[in-house]
């Protein structure tokens, strides 16, 4: 049987557990957060009080937060890229209704929705950035579409999963301790509301990830190190201002995130390290003899990976975006 069938296989096997999944790590509509609930609300009589204040308390929060914030936001504004990835997935069938795997992403992505409307409302009412220049960024980046190096193979996949929304959850988090810290409790409970939909989605993908080293060990272990040895590539990897290039934008976005430590290099390693841990490697058995000299190159990687983490240095001046005018933000 060739590897692509048994991927299939594997798929189908997981599909029979897709609702207990689908129960233990997605909330039904009627009971989840909505963006209003976290924002002010247009048909209260004390919504303009309360946006003067919500401005007011924006002003007190640094450049880089502004930046970072800005980054964050189109990165979960260009969901129908990741939707529409997942959906070519080997095993996920759209077709009529779909079987259980479209249904899964379907709901994941309604969930993942709520977090751009959300960030990209609160953006506007504080008036701290140039909303014309984010939302032509976040066209571009949906235009522009992205290469994690995945193709449709599922276990590739749900490694890549597991990593990002971990590292999304690092970064909201981050985010919302800094909100925290200059004293904005209302973006304080925002980022921390979206901080939590994205552990409970890394604790489904990873747990994918968990069920298929059980049945297809060789194969998950290879699909593993594929992923770690050609390097994660962030959703935001393209992001470019109006009028510029493609991907010229990204790294200038990932300085400002690294010098307010929201999310670093050594952010990275310590999630590869996480996933180890997590899906314990050391512990999987029936490996085959390359599956085996993958698990090595694993284990040992974190370790050379903060060594070059160490070594790079973050400039300590940051690149002025059209996203956020220094006469807007401090």
Not at 75 to 84: D, G, N, V
Not at 118 to 139: A, D, H
Not at 217 to 244: C, D, N, T, W, Y
Request: hydrophobic share 40%.
């Amino acid at each position: 049987m060739s590897i692509q069938n048994v991927r299939l296989e594997v798929m189908q096997f997981l599909e029979k557990k897709i609702d207990h999944f689908m129960e233990e790590f997605l909330i039904p509509v009627e009971k989840i957060w909505q963006p209003t609930d976290l924002l002010p609300n247009s048909q209260n009589e004390t919504f303009f009080e309360e946006v003067k204040e919500l401005r007011e308390i924006a002003k007190e929060l640094p450049y880089d937060f502004w930046v970072t914030m800005v980054g964050d936001t189109i990165t979960e504004e260009a969901l129908p890229t990741y939707e529409s990835w997942l959906m070519e997935v080997e095993g996920v069938n759209q077709e009529g209704e779909g079987n259980g795997w479209s249904k899964w992403i379907r709901q994941w992505t309604g969930e993942e929705n709520r977090h751009g409307d959300l960030l990209n409302k609160y953006l506007y009412l504080s008036g701290r950035v140039n909303m014309r220049e984010v939302e032509i960024t976040t066209q571009h980046l949906i235009n522009d579409g992205f290469d994690i190096g995945t193709s449709n193979d599922p276990y590739k996949n749900f490694v890549y999963t597991s990593f990002q929304e971990l590292a999304t959850y690092v970064s909201h988090n981050r985010v919302a301790l800094i909100a925290k810290k200059y004293g904005d409790k209302k973006l304080h409970k925002i980022c921390n509301m979206i901080a939590g939909d994205e552990m409970r989605h890394h604790l489904a993908y990873s747990e994918f990830v968990n069920q298929i080293f059980k049945v297809d060990p060789s194969e998950m272990m290879l699909a593993f190190q594929h992923m770690m040895k050609h390097k994660i590539v962030m959703p935001a990897h393209f992001l470019r201002e109006s009028g510029q290039k493609i991907s010229t934008a990204f790294e200038q976005f990932s300085d400002s995130a690294q010098r307010i430590g929201v999310y670093t290099a050594a952010d990275y390693v310590d999630i590869m390290q996480k996933l180890i841990d997590k899906w314990e490697i050391d512990k999987v058995s029936g490996l085959t003899d390359e599956a085996e000299k993958a698990r090595d190159y694993l284990i040992k990687l974190p370790a050379r990976m903060i060594k070059i983490s160490e070594r790079l240095v973050i400039p300590e001046t940051g690149h002025v975006f059209k996203w956020v005018e220094p006469a807007l933000a401090r």
